[in-house]
């Protein structure tokens, strides 16, 4: 059974049945946080997320379903067939399974086609509640040291500002600056709270590819006002998940991390008036 076509869950079930991409068992805990976040569902509705639920259950692995089972276990009106589906398996294997799929949704973004990444993000757009998440505030002068080091194409001070920023590993902020579709450099953005001024400075100074193409700007411009604060805050606690991370603050000036070079100073002048001592003490003795 397919959805609509308007339904962007339609194109995700299209993209997790293709090769090479396996998002099924993200989708199905998805269609199932969406389907208990409604009390009551009209027949259509029903056999809807049935004849999903039962398409996905066989493809997915054991901790999945038994995260699908625990989930639906509190719901008073949990389709039976579905239901009978599932099996219940420990739950270290499924907070597990948790990691392990997050993982692959970083892998799956970053390999995934312009089209295909904007529906991951439409999907996580839907699958929130965006009351319960909102975007991390940022100092001005922290996106001002991101947007000069981008106006002078430096790609290893951005990087280095931009790790500190998102909290997350070095391999990741790189992968983030250095992708040449600009997607990653977008979620930042409206993670971070930067405005679309800013960003657009940003994409056509920091990469050629993306700075030479003014479709490339204009597409991603777009996508920046399509995301949501919170979907993007979603897939920065993802990437965070990758490595353990730096605190979330960068000092304000490059160096102010380093031992302070005034205290190597105080023995020169120690030494100075103790050459000025002996000399006093010197001519009180001729006296």
Same mark, same amino acid.
């Given at each position: 059974?397919?959805? $609509?076509? $308007? *339904?962007?869950?339609?194109?995700?079930?299209?993209?997790?049945?293709?090769?090479?991409?396996?998002?099924?068992?993200?989708?199905?805990?998805?269609?199932?946080?969406?389907?208990?976040?409604?009390?009551?569902?009209?027949?259509?509705?029903? @056999?809807? &997320?049935?004849?999903?639920?039962?398409?996905?259950?066989?493809?997915?692995?054991?901790?999945?379903?038994?995260?699908?089972?625990?989930?639906? !276990?509190?719901?008073?009106?949990?389709?039976? +067939?579905?239901?009978?589906?599932?099996?219940?398996?420990?739950? !270290?294997? @499924?907070?597990?399974?948790?990691?392990?799929?997050?993982?692959?949704?970083?892998?799956?973004? &970053? !390999? +995934?086609?312009?089209?295909?990444?904007? %529906?991951?993000?439409?999907?996580?757009?839907?699958?929130?509640?965006?009351?319960?998440?909102?975007?991390?505030?940022?100092?001005?002068?922290?996106?001002?040291?991101?947007?000069?080091?981008?106006?002078?194409?430096?790609?290893?001070? &951005?990087?280095?500002?931009?790790?500190? =920023?998102?909290?997350? !590993?070095?391999?990741?902020?790189?992968?983030?600056?250095?992708?040449?579709?600009?997607?990653?450099?977008?979620?930042?953005?409206?993670?971070?709270?930067?405005? %679309?001024? $800013? /960003?657009?400075?940003?994409?056509?100074?920091?990469?050629?590819?993306?700075?030479?193409?003014?479709?490339?700007?204009?597409?991603?411009?777009? /996508?920046?006002?399509?995301?949501?604060?919170? =979907?993007?805050?979603?897939?920065?606690?993802?990437?965070?998940?990758?490595?353990?991370?730096?605190?979330?603050?960068?000092?304000?000036?490059? *160096?102010?991390?380093?031992?302070?070079?005034?205290? @190597?100073?105080?023995?020169?002048?120690?030494?100075?008036?103790?050459?000025?001592?002996? $000399?006093?003490?010197?001519?009180?003795?001729?006296?």
């Amino acid at each position: 059974m397919k959805l $609509s076509a $308007s *339904n962007p869950l339609d194109s995700l079930v299209d993209l997790a049945c293709r090769d090479g991409v396996d998002i099924r068992p993200t989708l199905l805990r998805v269609l199932t946080d969406l389907y208990v976040q409604k009390p009551i569902h009209d027949l259509d509705e029903e @056999t809807q &997320f049935v004849e999903l639920a039962l398409g996905l259950i066989d493809a997915v692995d054991a901790p999945t379903r038994a995260a699908v089972a625990a989930r639906l !276990s509190v719901y008073p009106a949990a389709p039976v +067939a579905v239901l009978r589906r599932l099996a219940a398996v420990p739950s !270290s294997a @499924t907070r597990a399974s948790e990691e392990a799929e997050k993982n692959d949704l970083i892998e799956i973004f &970053f !390999s +995934a086609r312009p089209d295909e990444r904007r %529906l991951i993000l439409v999907y996580l757009d839907v699958g929130l509640d965006v009351t319960t998440l909102r975007a991390m505030p940022v100092a001005g002068e922290l996106v001002r040291r991101l947007e000069n080091a981008a106006l002078k194409r430096n790609q290893g001070e &951005f990087i280095r500002v931009l790790e500190r =920023a998102l909290g997350v !590993s070095r391999q990741l902020a790189e992968r983030v600056a250095r992708d040449n579709s600009g997607e990653p450099i977008v979620v930042a953005a409206k993670a971070l709270g930067i405005r %679309l001024e $800013s /960003l657009q400075r940003i994409l056509l100074f920091l990469n050629p590819v993306i700075g030479q193409s003014a479709q490339r700007l204009y597409e991603l411009s777009r /996508l920046f006002d399509e995301i949501n604060p919170a =979907a993007a805050e979603h897939m920065l606690g993802i990437w965070r998940m990758t490595a353990p991370r730096h605190p979330v603050y960068d000092p304000v000036y490059w *160096n102010d991390e380093r031992p302070s070079a005034r205290p @190597t100073a105080r023995p020169a002048a120690s030494r100075v008036t103790s050459r000025e001592e002996r $000399s006093a003490r010197s001519r009180s003795s001729e006296h």
